[in-house]
């Protein structure tokens, strides 16, 4: 059983930027590839990130793209988002998931989810 918490998050105006965390535990962390999502309420679950369990290959939704950035560090069990020049549309629950294969954009085939992280982008 793995278990992930997710921080970071915020209120930040448009145009901004945040960094969210998501520390692993109860697993072999650098057997995942690890995936982000976001969901606001009323819509489905989006994707958003993924990266491979080595962390040397990475795959994007075309929102986000070349505005944020997703890290690992396997040493510390954690993976990082790095978002800026956030927009409004940004606003959403933000949680990071785990998947024994890359790259999965949809939330089915990953296993297990943290709890999420609230972003809030003003205009």
């Known amino acids: 059983q793995v278990q992930l918490v997710e921080s970071g998050g915020g209120l930040v105006q448009a145009g901004g930027s945040l960094r969210l965390s998501c520390a692993a535990s109860?697993?072999?962390?650098?057997?995942?590839?690890m995936g982000w999502f976001r969901q606001d309420p009323g819509k489905r679950r989006e994707f958003v990130s993924v990266i491979k369990w080595s962390g040397d290959l990475t795959h994007y939704a075309d929102s986000v793209k070349g505005r944020f950035t997703v890290t690992r560090d396997n040493a510390k069990n954690t993976v990082y988002l790095q978002m800026n020049s956030l927009k409004p549309e940004d606003t959403a629950v933000y949680y990071c998931a785990t998947a024994n294969a890359y790259p999965l954009i949809t939330s089915q085939g990953y296993q297990y989810w943290g709890q999420g992280t609230q972003v809030t982008v003003s205009s």
């Open positions: 109860g697993g072999t962390f650098s057997n995942y590839a």
